[in-house]
């Protein structure tokens, strides 16, 4: 059987106390880590490029989603069951 998981907190949140992997890593490691990742992306040429429509359209959304109340979320309309049919007897 598997152990849960767990964390320990730390100043910058909270990070998995096993002994393995990049969720055990401190935020600082990780942050090097895909950093290198990143810049490697860049030399190679395979790294995404923001177009100004595409940052444009991440920042709406990001600004709608910070900025929303929980109760602006569209709720759906009430449940209504269907009408009955007359039963024939049988």
């Known amino acids: 059987?598997?152990?849960?998981?767990?964390l320990r907190l730390t100043t910058?949140?909270?990070?998995?106390?096993?002994?393995?992997?990049?969720?055990?890593?401190?935020?600082h490691k990780q942050r090097e880590i895909a950093s290198k990742g990143g810049r490697a992306a860049h030399q190679k040429g395979t790294a995404h490029e923001w177009?100004?429509?595409e940052a444009r359209?991440?920042?709406r959304k990001g600004g709608m989603a910070s900025?929303?109340?929980?109760?602006?979320?569209?709720t759906p309309p009430p449940f209504t069951?269907?009408?009955l049919r007359?039963?024939?007897g049988s």
């Not at 910058?12 to 935020?27: L, Y």
């Not at 900025?67 to 569209?74: M, T, Y």
Request: without cysteine; glycine residues 8%.
């Open 57 to 59: 359209e991440a920042g």
């Open 51 to 53: 177009t100004s429509e």
């Open 1 to 6: 059987m598997a152990h849960p998981l767990q």
């Open 86 to 88: 007359a039963s024939t």
């Open 12 to 27: 910058e949140g909270s990070v998995a106390t096993q002994d393995r992997g990049f969720a055990s890593m401190d935020r």
């Open 81 to 83: 069951p269907a009408p």
């Open 67 to 74: 900025h929303r109340k929980p109760n602006d979320e569209e």
